[in-house]
């Protein structure tokens, strides 16, 4: 049973039949992350954001895939929309105000307009995590998600060990874990929602 990042790198030698791996496991648990984080958005990778302007940017958080969303923490409160810096630079040059957009520009968030004065902003965005390492022997896939990670790394591995034919298998299972994981975090996002009748 997968509980730690070290039963986890045990649980792949024994699925790949090999003791002669240690060096390498690790490579394929870092490569299965990374493909992990690539396609799949789950609760665990939620992270608040709250920051104020300096001099009308704002630092982009660290570790940062993509936002959930960003508002003007104002009076009233006003939900910026996301768009591309020339887009911004274009329609705004050196025009300030109350934003409507952001950019990311060079490990900062800038704005348009130009803010007029140094505002507050809070968000929600989509996190890298932490790797898994044996200084940090767990995270939300060990904990949660063993076999995702499993059978991900198991997908990795199966080149670099000339098992062709295993491709498909352990492809089929990560495929299968995660569009459970997908169909789950579904309906998390609806969970204790009321049904509601739209009148025309």
Known sequence: MITSYSTLKTSIAAFLHRSDLTSIIPEFIADAETRIYNELRVKQ??????????????AEPSG???????????????????RDVEWIVYQ????????????????????GPTPDSDYALVGSYYKRLDALSDSNTNNWLTDDYPDLIRYAALAEAAPYVQEDDRIAVWEGKYQTAKARIERLEKREKTSGSRLSTIRG
Not at 64 to 69: D, N, S
Not at 98 to 109: C, D
């Open 45 to 58: 990778m939620e992270t608040a954001y709250s920051a104020t302007m300096s001099g009308g940017v704002a």
């Open 92 to 111: 705004f040059g050196s025009n300030t105000g109350k934003p409507y957009y952001f950019a990311r520009n060079a490990g900062n968030l800038m704005f």
């Open 64 to 82: 940062i895939i993509e936002w959930q969303w960003l508002y003007l923490d104002a009076d009233p409160k006003r939900k910026l929309e996301r």
